[in-house]
């Protein structure tokens, strides 16, 4: 089967499985797990942060991230489409009584800035606090450029506000724009990013900041339930995504960008637009289900209008998407 649905569904190669048998552990909770120590170290550098802390899932590494910047009464600027507004099952809320403040994303996955600024809260007990603006990078697929950044950065100094980045898929992003990953993550306070998306990972996210930052993360890492034991077994697959993995990404793009170059080709698919990762997405109205049932049947996956590219599809795979989109049209 072949499976676009999300580049959560990789399976570890046997190189990951490996290093995971291999793994030197301890107990995490006690700070004495080596693998996973490393893996934080590692990460950090990488990043060019003081500090990271190793999570189960990327909604936990944001969770703790926003309950470490924000306290109850506090506020966060996001997009309403945002992982950490729609599909975080409310946490920042009903966790840590965190107001979110959803503004639509632009076309090209930023929050617009003079929406951002007229959304910020002057000093007044009418409203909550406004802390912390949060972005994501890749947004469905789109990278944000680093002007923007500068930009925005700029605007939460003026304001004395905190930033964080849903970098669920930051890899990707670095790697589209050919720039290492601490050049995004600069402008942020902390970045949560997702090891067992197209890292290709079982398991695992990190979140990364400064150490007092991180230091609160860990304990609300604790008080959720995520603090792991002999972890270092998924720690190592975490650390050699990060050392094999990342450059292999521009694959997953030239994937997404073949089949996408194809299907712009055929008369009754259409594309929202290119392609700038390793997401396909159809036109928004594209109605999904016969599409679907015939590519079922040729063996893909898909969930709707968005295709995710990974590790786990060939370019034999390609072909095969290619032939049945091709039937189908
Ligand atoms: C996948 C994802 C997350 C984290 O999801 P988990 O399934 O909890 O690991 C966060 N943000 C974005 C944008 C994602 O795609």
Redesign the pocket.
């Known amino acids: 089967m072949i499976d676009l649905r999300s580049d959560?569904v990789t399976q570890p190669t046997p190189e990951m499985l490996e290093v995971m048998h291999q793994a030197d552990t301890g107990d995490d909770v006690y700070g004495e797990d080596p693998t996973v120590n490393e893996l934080e170290r590692f990460a950090a550098a990488l990043t060019g942060k003081e500090a990271a802390v190793f999570a189960p899932?990327?909604?936990q590494s944001?969770l703790i991230g926003l309950l470490s910047h924000c306290q109850r009464g506090h506020e966060y600027i996001v997009g309403h489409g945002a992982?950490t507004y729609m599909y975080e099952g409310g946490g920042a809320a009903v966790l840590g009584g965190i107001q979110p403040c959803p503004l639509p994303f632009a076309m090209d996955g930023s929050l617009p800035l003079d929406e951002v600024e007229r959304a910020i809260k002057p000093d007044d007990a009418h409203f909550a606090i406004t802390r912390l603006l949060c972005l994501?990078n890749t947004q469905a697929g789109k990278v944000l450029p680093l002007e923007y950044l500068r930009h925005f950065s700029a605007l939460a100094q003026r304001y004395e506000l905190r930033r964080h980045l849903?970098g669920?898929?930051v890899f990707n992003a670095a790697v589209a724009q050919s720039v290492p990953v601490a050049q995004i993550c600069e402008h942020f306070d902390t970045v949560s990013i997702?090891l067992?998306?197209g890292l290709a990972c079982p398991v695992g996210?990190l979140l990364v900041g400064d150490q007092e930052t991180i230091r609160s993360a860990r304990r609300w890492r604790k008080m959720l339930g995520g603090g792991m034991r002999q972890a270092g077994i998924l720690a190592a697959a975490g650390l050699y995504a990060l050392k094999n993995n990342v450059a292999r990404l521009h694959e997953d793009h030239e994937k997404a960008a073949r089949v996408a170059e194809a299907l712009a080709t055929l008369p009754n698919i259409r594309l929202q637009e290119e392609p700038q990762t390793n997401m396909v997405m159809l036109a928004q109205d594209t109605v999904v289900e016969p599409l679907q049932q015939h590519l079922l049947e040729a063996g893909i996956k898909i969930s709707g209008v968005r295709w995710v590219f990974h590790q786990d599809v060939s370019d034999d795979d390609v072909d095969k998407i290619l032939d049945a989109c091709r039937s189908f049209a």
């Open positions: 959560t899932t990327g909604t944001n992982h994501e849903d669920a898929r997702c067992s998306k996210s």
